[in-house]
């Protein structure tokens, strides 16, 4: 009997943004011209999600220490630097954000 579970092979790669707010207290104390520029941001990676690039972001509200995590799926690593460019967020200078590559392991799907 042959094993047909085996996953099909991707090509495609996966990153791990991080970015960090102004201020420890961000999410609580934002200005109206943040919060608008944040409401821009969320539409932005909301969009990046209804294309298959976003997996999946949102805050981390760690309070010593909060964050905005992304994990994102390209084709290749050039895109990042560019999608990060793109963000309302960065554009505006109120995020910086980096990234990092990162090995996932995705649920398997099944044709």
Known sequence: ????????????????????????????DMTEEERDIMLNHIAYWTDKQKQGIALVFGPVLN????????????ENEA????????????ITGIMTTEFYPMLATLPNQHA
């Open 79 to 90: 895109q990042v630097p560019i999608l990060i460019a793109e963000d309302p967020a960065v």
């Open 1 to 28: 009997m042959s094993d047909n579970t085996e996953s099909k092979t991707t090509s495609k790669m996966h990153f791990m943004l991080k970015s960090t707010p102004p201020r420890t207290t961000f999410h609580q």
């Open 63 to 74: 309070p010593t220490a909060p964050q905005g995590l992304a994990i994102i799926e390209v």
